[in-house]
């Protein structure tokens, strides 16, 4: 039973000089999921995401946010969004709080409880009423996601929001993202060119290249194609001729031998070996990496 | 609205935009005054202890007998007539007509400052309005609220105009304060002469007539604001259509001394009457100084600078609200 769709995207095309820079992107986003948006530099990512929040007019195509249209319904649409589009550049000369006053002066019913609310939220309470110029990269991201948080939005768009932050901030930051969609029910869309990061905290992908959408599904499901099986075995020639009757064997090296992953007949197949004397070191079930899925699905072009 | 105009005041504000003004107003009123002081010093020991009071008697003996003469045009008369009664003020209510106070350093200031200065610390505020926001990065995080963008325009605007008004009431206020310390206070309401209307090579003084300086003054005012609220509007049309405020303040600057150059050599270009630049020494037509081109009169270079300025604000205003933001 999927959950209600907050953000809908149908048929997104951008053309700026006449060149297509993003060739039809049609996806949806619904309730309490974290959605990844990945990519490598240069796919469009950022640009749709521009679209997304009406800083770029696209060519054609329509975005509906909470059933309202981007475009003709902007200022209704807009209220259901919160976003960070690259940078969360503030105003350096204000401070923190001064910063969100700001931004919440431009939405209506938003006043100095809120403020306190998202501040607590981001854990940005002891340092708020500093200048934002004294603040460290990861508090800007953090008074990023503040401001964003701002409106109550139903959407979160999030664009690369792990950029500059060490490992722990990464580590807390999508801890904090999979918190807003668990438990305030956000849709949470993370544009990221790093594959652990969106296999980590997404609950569907969606895989860009060259202003297209090369798939869109679950992450499981995507990884689960390509699972394979790892058999290490002695002796292996023996036991690589009774797999074949079984099941393709796509590859035999020192690595071992590796088949398609069938959770079903792996018993089966185990208990064959057995049977035929050959010793069995080592069944292992392994996932691939988005790094592979995507090498697969783009035909052997890379990540950066 | 409010709201959103507050905010761009607390930027403008915040940023001390408008302390760098008055700090540069007050500087510049100091050292104008001290500069007006020698002289006024220099010009009173090379003339000696004579008695102004003999010196304007004579002029106005001098005026009353060329009236006397039965050769003259009606309307010579009537401007010869007019100087002898602003003679007559000054005798009877005791000033000194060369020596200036208050209200007349300001009066000149605002002559002097009228097209190059004033409109330089207009730009101080209007040219980093959207620039920077849009270097910053933080134009991204202002468009995407739920305020349509002419809204977030028309408050940049506001708190422009709002700006203009602090400018001119910031340089009002100190160059009569500061330069009073040195000359008095008083001089409101020295009678002054305007109404002359330059024909060609010769000055029609049909319409001459005389008003108290405080008018004066207020009308010198008044076109002051209108043309930095020019000035200010094309500056922000630049600062939409430009990321680099530099680059805005380069290409106003430049436009403004081109405007100064031009205005001493344009006498024989006469299309040149329709840049916004040659038009700006608006209190020249107070005074009756032969403007640049011939032709040009107050209602014209008002009209001139209208058209730029409506026409910059609704270039700033449509590329603002359809503009992609990268």
Same mark, same amino acid.
């Given at each position: 039973m999927m959950k209600p769709v907050t953000l809908a995207v149908h048929g997104l095309r951008k053309t700026i000089r006449g060149k297509e820079i993003i060739r039809g992107v049609s996806f949806a986003l619904h309730e309490g999921e974290v959605f990844g948006f990945l990519g490598p530099n240069g796919a469009g990512k950022t640009t749709t995401i521009r679209m997304?929040?009406?800083?770029?007019?696209?060519?054609?195509?329509?975005?509906?946010?909470?059933g309202y249209d981007l475009h003709r319904e902007f200022t209704e649409a807009i209220r259901q969004i919160g976003c960070i589009v690259e940078n969360p550049e503030m105003y350096p000369y204000l401070t923190g709080w001064e910063n969100l006053e700001h931004f919440a002066r431009m939405m209506p019913g938003i006043g100095a409880d809120r403020i306190m609310e998202v501040a607590k939220l981001v854990g940005l309470e002891q340092?708020?009423?500093? #200048?934002?110029?004294?603040?460290?990269?990861?508090?800007?991201? +953090? &008074?990023?996601?503040?401001?964003? /948080?701002?409106?109550?939005?139903?959407?979160?768009?999030?664009?690369?929001?792990?950029?500059?932050?060490?490992?722990?901030?990464?580590?807390?930051?999508?801890?904090?993202?999979?918190?807003?969609?668990e438990t305030e029910g956000l849709s949470v869309l993370v544009s990221s060119h790093l594959l652990s990061e969106i296999q980590l905290m997404c609950d569907r992908v969606a895989i860009m290249a060259k202003g297209r959408l090369l798939a869109v599904d679950t992450v499981e499901r995507l990884l689960n194609e390509q699972a394979r099986v790892v058999w290490k075995?002695?002796?292996?020639?023996?036991?690589?001729?009774?797999?074949?009757?079984?099941?393709?064997?796509?590859?035999?090296?020192?690595?071992?031998?590796?088949?398609?992953?069938?959770?079903?007949?792996?018993?089966?197949?185990?208990?064959?070996?057995? #049977?035929?004397?050959?010793?069995?070191?080592?069944?292992?079930? +392994? &996932?691939?990496?988005?790094?592979? /899925?995507?090498?697969?699905?783009?035909?052997g072009e890379t990540i950066e | 609205m409010s709201k959103l105009v507050y905010n761009e005041m607390l930027k403008i504000v915040r940023k001390k935009r408008l302390w760098v003004i008055a700090a540069i107003v007050a500087v510049l009123v100091a050292l104008f005054t001290y500069a007006q002081y020698r002289e006024t010093e220099e010009l009173r020991k090379r003339l000696g202890t004579t008695d102004w009071r003999t010196q304007l008697q004579q002029q106005i003996v001098d005026l009353q007998n060329r009236l006397q003469s039965p050769s003259m045009s009606e309307e010579w008369r009537k401007y010869l007539q007019i100087r002898l009664k602003q003679q007559q003020y000054y005798l009877e209510h005791n000033v000194n007509p060369s020596a200036p106070g208050a209200p007349t350093f300001m009066r000149t200031f605002i002559e002097n400052a009228i097209d190059l200065f004033l409109p330089l610390l207009v730009m101080v505020v209007a040219a980093d309005l959207v620039s920077s926001e849009a270097s910053a990065g933080t134009i991204k995080l202002l468009l995407v609220r739920p305020v349509k963008r002419w809204k977030v325009l028309l408050s940049k605007y506001i708190a422009l105009l709002l700006s203009v008004s602090f400018i001119m009431l910031t340089t009002a206020v100190l160059s009569y304060a500061i330069s009073g310390l040195v000359f008095g206070y008083g001089g409101f309401h020295l009678p002054l002469l305007t109404g002359f209307v330059p024909q060609g090579e010769?000055?029609?003084?049909?319409?001459?007539?005389?008003?108290?300086?405080?008018?004066?003054?207020?009308?010198?005012?008044?076109?002051?604001?209108?043309?930095?609220?020019?000035?200010?509007?094309?500056?922000?049309?630049?600062?939409?259509?430009?990321?680099?405020?530099?680059?805005?303040?380069?290409?106003?600057?430049?436009?403004?001394?081109?405007?100064?150059?031009?205005?001493?050599?344009?006498?024989?270009?006469?299309?040149?009457?329709?840049?916004?630049?040659?038009?700006?020494?608006?209190?020249?037509?107070?005074?009756?100084a032969a403007p640049p081109i011939e032709g040009m009169t107050l209602g014209f270079s008002m009209t001139v600078l209208a058209v730029w300025g409506l026409m910059s604000l609704a270039v700033a205003f449509v590329v603002f609200a359809r503009r992609d933001v990268y």
């Open positions: 997304l929040v009406g800083l770029i007019r696209p060519t054609s195509g329509t975005v509906m946010i909470g340092r708020i009423h500093d #200048r934002v110029s004294t603040y460290s990269l990861g508090m800007r991201q +953090r &008074l990023g996601i503040a401001q964003a /948080l701002l409106g109550k939005p139903k959407v979160l768009i999030l664009d690369e929001p792990t950029n500059g932050l060490d490992p722990a901030g990464i580590r807390e930051m999508r801890a904090f993202i999979r918190f807003l969609a075995a002695d002796p292996l020639d023996r036991a690589q001729v009774l797999l074949a009757e079984e099941t393709e064997v796509l590859r035999a090296d020192e690595e071992g031998i590796i088949t398609p992953y069938e959770p079903a007949k792996l018993a089966a197949w185990n208990a064959k070996l057995v #049977r035929a004397g050959v010793a069995v070191a080592h069944i292992e079930p +392994r &996932l691939p990496t988005l790094e592979d /899925l995507f090498i697969e699905l783009t035909g | 010769d000055l029609n003084t049909d319409n001459v007539h005389m008003i108290p300086q405080w008018k004066y003054i207020l009308m010198e005012l008044g076109l002051a604001a209108f043309v930095s609220t020019v000035v200010g509007t094309l500056t922000l049309m630049l600062s939409v259509l430009f990321r680099s405020t530099a680059a805005v303040m380069g290409v106003m600057l430049a436009a403004l001394i081109s405007g100064a150059i031009l205005s001493n050599m344009v006498s024989s270009w006469q299309s040149a009457k329709y840049l916004f630049m040659v038009n700006l020494r608006l209190t020249d037509y107070l005074k009756g």
